[in-house]
T-cell receptor
Framework: AQKVTQAQTEISVVEKEDVTLDCVYE???????LFWYKQPPSGELVFLIR??????QNEISGRYSWNFQKSTSSFNFTITASQVVDSAVYFC????????????FGTGTSLTVIP | DAGVTQSPTHLIKTRGQHVTLRCSPI?????VSWYQQVLGQGPQFIFQ???????GRGNFPDRFSARQFPNYSSELNVNALLLGDSALYLC?????????????FGPGTRLTVT
């Protein structure tokens, strides 16, 4: 069973629009961590944010914001006023306390921002 | 500070051959993990090493092996290459092999098996 599901395969938005990337996870562990990574065309995964299962406080960092809801097992990521440089593949990942540092990645959402 | 480095950048091999990929973690990071990313998919966990010991292994055949050296660098070896082994191989490092630590990824090695 897929532990992390990113239902949106591809999204295209016009520059300056807001866009939300969805992530749904599945785990039986009570202690776990959620991450978002960005993968630009160069291929290197860039760490964006980490959230632990005990901290449902949502966060805003510049144009980025995250919405973590345990009740729906979702960890969504929003980019406000999108820019062309935001074009990349975005991955949601889960790590469980019982599994050490092993990450389970979703299949990614390819975001294209059109100028 | 230097990030995670990997070599080579690209590699072309023939079916049945052997390949060795190399990774140097961020200075101070003691844990190294390897992931395979097939085109259009998310990275899949292969191995994790910490203090030269294997701490985790994903669902990959025994043709895949790895090791970590005293300086915390690591090698991933793949024997008897198959066409399906063609992928981007990512190395990630973290300070400690705990689920709470984010992993920092290298640029990857693009392996093509013909």
């Amino acid at each position: 069973a897929q532990k992390v599901t990113q239902a949106q395969t591809e999204i295209s938005v016009v520059e300056k629009e807001d866009v939300t990337l969805d992530c749904v996870y599945e785990t039986r562990d009570t202690t776990y961590y959620l991450f978002w990574y960005k993968q630009p065309p160069s291929g290197e995964l860039v760490f964006l944010i980490r959230r632990n299962s005990f901290d449902e406080q949502n966060e805003i960092s510049g144009r980025y914001s995250w919405n973590f809801q345990k009740s729906t097992s979702s960890f969504n990521f929003t980019i406000t006023a999108s820019q062309v440089v935001d074009s990349a593949v975005y991955f949601c990942a889960l790590s469980e306390a019982k599994s050490g540092n092993q990450f389970y990645f979703g299949t990614g959402t390819s975001l294209t921002v059109i100028p | 500070d230097a990030g995670v480095t990997q070599s080579p950048t690209h590699l072309i091999k023939t079916r049945g051959q052997h390949v060795t990929l190399r990774c140097s973690p961020i200075s101070g990071h003691k844990s190294v993990s390897w992931y395979q990313q097939v085109l259009g998919q998310g990275p899949q966990f292969i191995f994790q090493y910490y203090e030269k010991e294997e701490r985790g292994r994903g669902n990959f055949p025994d043709r895949f092996s790895a090791r970590q050296f005293p300086n915390y660098s690591s090698e991933l070896n793949v024997n008897a290459l198959l066409l399906g082994d063609s992928a981007l191989y990512l190395c990630a490092s973290s300070f400690y092999p705990d689920s709470s630590y984010e992993q920092y990824f290298g640029p990857g090695t693009r392996l093509t098996v013909t």
